[in-house]
């Protein structure tokens, strides 16, 4: 849209009086943040009235995105960066006196995601809104999120994220949208006069979702889509009500991920996940036969993705709404609901697969557990003779006394992919391999792909302005055009600025640190960054293995010079995964012998940040040199942290695993650090089961003496914590064979020093990563979704 400096002034002086009844100097940030908010979705508001009667008017097919996470960081400069008013804005506040990005940072982070997935969910919505396509978010409006990390003596402490603390100003509640989900009670098929079955039911318990919808806006294109969100309160119809009723609804929406350690626990994510399942599933079947003649159309009209198997439940869903409320038999509601439902899977853990006790589940939802049980005879019966009895078993939605999701979630949808082409392969030969025996048709690949607006456009402006001042601003909206800088390698004075730009962004990120933190660390230090949800497979034990090693080599040879580190830390744990809180415990011991040690001074330091979220990573990522990609070979289904990393020139250390590979492949192995077991080597071990990680803490004395660090005192405070990872490794034959990489992995690091004191090279090893970048934008990822499963025009990237 187009705006004056002057005209935006005026209308935010007029939102501040309207808003606070008082003059500018006398607001606070979060009021000044707020207000401006409240301006932005006014300049916005007819953008989003215009794209939903757009749609409507013009019968087009909808999509709609369903994922238990979204995280889509602050809203503020990423809208107004998507409707053209971001310069206008920041020059516009600069002559009220007032400064933008102190604004900006008074903004709460969404607390609706953890990770990967959450984010991942958010760039595809980013990037539907931006190719025109009438994309749909559908998720849970978390009153707490995950958690608010934050370290006391060591450890991760939880405490609750009240980012609602002052309300959403992006979010529109839609109480007329409301609908019922219910729970439990007796459900049983009463005969009708015309032979069908009727399902009735009785004492079940109600909840009313509330969704509050959130607009997406598209990039520079007058299209703004739906995040919905659902609330779960208590309906209307509950005049008395006891606080245990009230509070058994409200922790449906309290927190991402209860703890699901326990039964209570596991009932509570079930609950989640029917619930916004059901609600996303009934909002669209009700808009769309507002709008549409006949439920028959539903296939041509309606495409509904599940990310990951937490929205399952949609499948069951679907039927029950079509069968009991619309009348279709079996066989027309299945052949509509395959028709509707695709399904990423995200991962080849088993313990992420998602699986469910019978009895609980049959409780908790009768009807839904009717209709898998009827999914699960028909899918024995039609494939039992072809397939034998045995691989049946094996891949039916039911079995050893469990609901079993990610089954389900292949035989209702009529797409499965997997998220980089080692973890598709994967699907097909490992996790999902019955299945794809079954169904080979549905399998394909998509590659995982990140929101270069947000990642590069927003998060590192200086890197973005000189690539506009390089190749033009293009790039901005057609990414793969960022391949036009590679001939700049052999440009110094390109690459000079490169390295200032770099410069320009450890100074943001050290100031930050110094601030919060109260660590000095250099700018002129290598950046060694991992960034990622805590888990043992990701092994940021192996990176505090590297940083020991360090240590002990400036403690045994203190006047040998060395290359400067900074190894910089951000991950939160599951609040029930011990394991990996033991882990963030030795990071931040190590962290604190390390720091503190004078004979250490500043040529190395830990910084573990805590609260990991996405503006936490908006300022680390801009700044890195190394970005750890370590995780086993075989266990990352792809990886975006890797994406965004690479995007801002950090080279890759990495295993050859998910999306690491693809990495390697469009920048070039040379401009990585590639190490460590392939996926082959691994599987070899699982099969021959002769992995012995003694053999390589016995053959190696610089591997023993950091094993032997954890538990002889060399590392104070951590007698308990020690000996469990010691253990861990050596008694239980270290399940991720974090000692068999250590040897490669300490090669490429000690490499990694060498290279980086030839600037002009190392910068050229960079440029090659942004310039590959664009391969990875969610734009192109999304286009590929539109193209080979939803179905679904789209605007064209070129």
């Known amino acids: 849209m187009k705006l004056t400096c002057a005209q935006f002034k005026k209308d935010f002086l007029s939102e501040i009086e309207t808003l606070y009844s008082t003059s500018l100097s006398d607001t606070s940030t979060i009021g000044q943040f707020i207000a401006l908010g409240q301006l932005v979705r006014r300049y916005n508001s007819q953008s989003w009235t215009r794209t939903a009667k757009f749609y409507r008017d013009h019968h087009q097919k909808q999509v709609y995105y369903f994922s238990i996470e979204f995280l889509p960081g602050r809203l503020l400069a990423s809208n107004l960066l998507n409707l053209n008013l971001l310069t206008t804005v920041k020059k516009g506040l600069t002559e009220l006196g007032l400064d933008f990005e102190t604004i900006s940072q008074a903004e709460p982070d969404p607390a609706l995601g953890n990770g990967g997935l959450g984010r991942l969910a958010a760039c595809y919505m980013d990037a539907m809104a931006s190719l025109k396509i009438a994309g749909n978010g559908n998720g849970i409006r978390y009153r707490y999120g995950l958690f608010k990390q934050v370290f006391m003596d060591g450890y991760q402490v939880e405490l609750p994220d009240d980012w609602l603390h002052h309300g959403n100003v992006w979010e529109t509640r839609r109480d007329n949208k409301s609908c019922i989900v219910?729970?439990?009670?007796?459900?049983?098929?009463?005969?009708?006069?015309?032979?069908?079955?009727?399902?009735?039911?009785?004492?079940?318990?109600?909840?009313?979702?509330?969704?509050?919808?959130?607009?997406?806006?598209?990039?520079?294109?007058?299209?703004?889509?739906?995040?919905?969100?659902?609330?779960?309160?208590l309906p209307p119809s509950a005049t008395y009500s006891s606080q245990d009723q009230r509070d058994r609804i409200s922790e449906i929406t309290k927190v991402l991920y209860p703890d699901d350690s326990n039964s209570a626990g596991q009932q509570l994510r079930l609950r989640q996940e029917y619930f916004f399942s059901s609600a996303g599933v009934q909002s669209i079947v009700r808009d769309f036969c507002a709008t549409h003649h006949g439920i028959k159309l539903l296939g041509k009209k309606v495409a509904i993705h599940i990310n990951d198997t937490h929205p399952t439940l949609v499948i069951p869903e679907m039927m029950r709404l079509l069968m009991d409320e619309h009348h279709c038999s079996w066989e027309v509601a299945w052949t509509l609901t395959t028709q509707v439902m695709s399904y990423t899977n995200h991962t080849i853990l088993q313990e992420a697969l998602e699986t469910w006790p019978i009895d609980m589940f049959k409780n908790l939802l009768p009807r839904i557990y009717q209709i898998i049980a009827e999914i699960d005879r028909r899918y024995r019966e039609q494939q039992t003779p072809i397939f034998g009895k045995a691989l049946v078993d094996q891949t039916a939605p039911l079995g050893n006394g469990q609901v079993r999701m990610a089954y389900l979630a292949v035989i209702g949808s009529h797409s499965v992919n997997g998220v980089a082409p080692l973890h598709t392969e994967l699907l097909k030969t490992d996790v999902l391999r019955g299945l794809y025996q079954v169904y080979p048709e549905r399998f394909n690949n998509k590659t995982n792909g990140?929101?270069?607006?947000?990642?590069?456009?927003?998060?590192?402006?200086?890197?973005?302005?000189?690539?506009?001042?390089?190749?033009?601003?293009?790039?901005?909206?057609?990414?793969?055009?960022?391949?036009?800088?590679?001939?700049?390698?052999?440009?110094?004075?390109?690459?000079?600025?490169?390295?200032?730009?770099?410069?320009?962004?450890?100074?943001?990120?050290?100031?930050?640190?110094?601030?919060?933190?109260?660590?000095?660390?250099?700018?002129?230090?290598?950046?060694?960054?991992?960034?990622?949800?805590?888990?043992?497979?990701?092994?940021?034990?192996?990176?505090?293995?590297?940083?020991?090693?360090?240590?002990?080599?400036?403690?045994?040879?203190p006047q040998q010079p060395v290359v400067p580190r900074v190894h910089i830390f951000g991950a939160k744990a599951a609040p029930s995964y011990h394991y990996a809180k033991a882990i963030i415990k030795l990071i931040n011991v190590v962290a604190d012998m390390v720091n503190q040690d004078p004979a250490i001074g500043d040529r190395l330091k830990i910084v573990f940040i805590p609260n990991y979220g996405v503006s936490i990573a908006e300022l680390i990522i801009p700044a890195a040199d190394v970005s750890e990609q370590i995780s086993t070979a075989s266990k990352e289904a792809s990886g975006t942290s890797n994406m965004k990393l690479m995007a801002n020139g950090a080279l890759s250390l990495a295993t050859y695993d998910g999306a690491n590979i693809d990495i390697m492949q469009a920048a070039g192995a040379e401009n990585e650090y590639p190490f460590g077991l392939k996926v082959n080597e691994v599987y070899d071990y699982y099969h021959r089961g002769n992995y012995h990680a003694a053999d390589f803490y016995d053959a190696d004395?610089?591997?023993?003496?950091?094993?032997?660090?954890?538990?002889?005192?060399?590392?104070?405070?951590?007698?308990?914590?020690?000996?469990?990872?010691?253990?861990?490794?050596?008694?239980?034959?270290?399940?991720?064979?974090?000692?068999?990489?250590?040897r490669a992995y300490v090669t490429q690091q000690q490499q990694i020093s060498r290279d980086f004191q030839n600037q002009p090279t190392w910068q050229q090893r960079s440029l090659a990563n942004i310039a590959a970048s664009g391969h990875f934008a969610a734009d192109l990822a999304v286009a590929r979704y539109a193209d080979d499963i939803w179905q679904v025009p789209h605007e064209r990237l070129n």
């Open 182 to 233: 219910q729970f439990g009670g007796n459900v049983w098929l009463q005969p009708q006069a015309d032979g069908s079955l009727q399902p009735q039911s009785e004492n079940t318990e109600d909840v009313l979702a509330v969704p509050y919808d959130v607009g997406i806006v598209g990039y520079h294109n007058d299209i703004t889509n739906t995040l919905r969100l659902w609330s779960a309160e």
């Open 450 to 557: 990140i929101a270069t607006r947000r990642w590069v456009q927003l998060a590192n402006q200086p890197l973005a302005q000189l690539i506009d001042q390089t190749i033009g601003s293009d790039w901005r909206r057609q990414p793969d055009l960022l391949q036009t800088l590679l001939p700049y390698q052999q440009d110094d004075h390109f690459l000079y600025q490169l390295g200032q730009v770099k410069l320009t962004n450890k100074q943001a990120l050290a100031a930050y640190v110094q601030r919060t933190m109260g660590i000095k660390i250099r700018t002129d230090a290598i950046y060694d960054v991992q960034i990622k949800r805590l888990h043992a497979y990701k092994r940021q034990l192996l990176h505090v293995f590297e940083i020991l090693r360090e240590y002990f080599a400036i403690k045994d040879h």
């Open 701 to 742: 004395p610089e591997l023993k003496r950091l094993l032997d660090s954890l538990i002889d005192g060399t590392i104070p405070g951590i007698p308990t914590v020690g000996r469990e990872i010691y253990d861990s490794l050596l008694r239980y034959n270290d399940e991720f064979f974090v000692l068999a990489d250590y």
